[in-house]
């Protein structure tokens, strides 16, 4: 292959790449991306902190946490997530971000029974029946997986092994 060869396979592709530049519409992620030249992915996860945080939580729960029905386990998830920088802050250390909500949880009948009330909701909705809610002053139902004294219990329980 002579030089001239080159020079024409070089002329070749730098026509073929901007025939496929100009068909193509650019999008801001691309611009933005083009800007840092992938400097947002050196040393860093590709996955949001958020994301990361949940899912070691997720992970350390599923092997410290016994949910037979998994309605309790999917609303503690759903509650956590709804603290962000609690999130944030406990990255890498999913039992002390558990144990921080739990404290909160423990320490408030009204969130309890608030937990408690979206725990039967869950169940309901898994279960396509209806939940059973404990009233003040009655017995809960003999069929109710989820009462306020086991759900405290539960949760005492998953304190103790933060």
């Known amino acids: 292959m002579t030089h001239h060869d080159r020079d024409d396979d070089r002329d070749e592709n730098r026509r073929i790449e901007q025939e496929i530049r100009g068909q193509r519409q650019a999008s801001l992620a691309d611009a933005l991306a083009g800007q840092d030249n992938g400097s947002h992915l050196k040393g860093a996860s590709p996955t949001p902190v958020l994301k990361r ?83 003040p002053g009655q017995e809960p139902h003999p069929d109710d997986p989820y009462t306020r004294a086991g759900v405290r219990h539960q949760l005492a329980d998953l304190r103790g092994r933060c």
Do not use: K
Not at 77 to 95: K, N, V
């Open 53 to 135: 945080a949940m899912l070691e939580i997720g992970q350390w729960l599923s092997q410290h946490f016994l949910d037979n029905e998994g309605s309790l386990m999917a609303v503690i998830l759903r509650r956590l997530q709804q603290r962000p920088e609690q999130l944030e802050a406990g990255l890498g250390t999913p039992a002390v971000t558990v144990a921080a909500w739990l404290d909160i949880v423990l320490a408030s009948d009204p969130i309890l029974e608030d937990l408690v009330r979206e725990v039967d909701m869950e169940w309901g909705r898994r279960n396509q029946e209806r939940p059973f809610f404990e009233r």
